[in-house]
C-alpha cells in the first residue's frame, strides 16, 4: 500500500494511493459510518496486525465510483509519519559522499537526532533561515518502524519495518559544522520533508537496491543508488535496537549519497536560496518536492 497523511481543514486524514489516484480513506469510513478501522496515519501505525490487514482488505474493496478521490495537485500533504517518538539520522552512509567530503568510511554508523519541529509534508513551502548562508539538501531513504523492536538480530531486522518514504534532511552547514555536533544545523523549522506516501514493505522487497536523485529547479544534483550505503537498513535498525528500543512510527533517516552542495569545490557550491525548488526522488516511492521562500 501506498499510504498517505492527509491535511483536510486542519484535521489529519488517512489516505491510500490507487493507481495515482488518492482516496481519501477517513472521508470514504465516514460516509459509510464504519468505527473499526483507522481513520489516521498514526492510528493506522499504532493498530495491532489484525486490524492494519483488515485495514488493507478494505482497500482493496475500494472503488473509484464509490470513493473521496484526489488528484495530487488537490491534496495538502502532511508529513507522512506526523507524531513519531523518535528521528534518527545515520551520517556519512554512503561511500561516494564520504569521499567527496573527504571523511573517513565511518566504523560504526554516526547517529544524530532531529526533532518534530523538523516534519513538513510533500508540496509545502519552506523558509530559509535568516541564521544561515549555507543551506544544503539530502535525498534519503526513510524507514518507518512498525513494531517495537529492542536487540533485533540483522537477520530478522527488516521484518520490524512497516514502510519507506522520502525524506530531505535539509542541512544548515554553517550552523552544523560550527561545533564538534550537528543538531543545531539538522533542526531548524521544517528541515525534515517528508513523503508524499509511506510505502509498505512488501512493495520494496529490497531497500538496497533503489535510485535516489535529488533535483534543484530542474537541474539534477545528486544521482545514486541505495546500494552505495555503508551500513545496509538491516545492519542499521539491528545497530539502533542494540542500543535503544525503536518503536512504531520511529523515523530513521539513512544518509544521503553524493552531489551535496557542502562537496563541491568551494567556489561552485550552490546552496540553496529563495526561489529554489527541490525535489527528492526514490525509486518505487515517488517524489517529494519542497519550495523554498
Known sequence: MKLANLEVNGVSHLGVC?????????????????????????????????????????????SMANSSHLAESEITFGPVVPQPEKIIC??????????????????????????????????HDVSVPNVTNELDYEVELAIVIGKTASGV???????????YAIANDLSARDLQLRTPQWLLGKTLDDFNPIGPYLVTRDEVPDPQQLALTTTVNGKTRQDSNTSDMIFTCKEIISYISKHFTLKPGDIILTGTPEGVAMGMPKTEREYLKPGDTVT????????CTTRFI
Open 90 to 123: 545515520v551520517g556519512l552512509n554512503y561511500r561516494k559522499h564520504a569521499d567527496e567530503t573527504n571523511s573517513p568510511y565511518p566504523e560504526l554508523p554516526i547517529l544524530f537526532n532531529k526533532f518534530n519541529n523538523t516534519l513538513t509534508g510533500h508540496n
Open 153 to 163: 538480530s540483522e537477520d530478522e531486522a527488516l521484518d520490524y519495518v512497516l514502510g
Open 280 to 287: 527528492v526522488s526514490i525509486e518505487k516511492l515517488g517524489s
Open 18 to 62: 490507487i493507481d495515482n489516484t488518492v482516496i481519501d480513506v477517513t472521508e470514504t469510513l465516514a460516509t459509510e459510518r464504519r468505527t473499526d478501522l483507522p481513520t489516521s496515519m498514526m492510528g493506522f501505525i499504532h493498530a495491532d496486525n489484525l486490524t492494519q490487514h483488515a485495514f488493507q482488505d478494505y482497500v482493496t474493496t475500494l
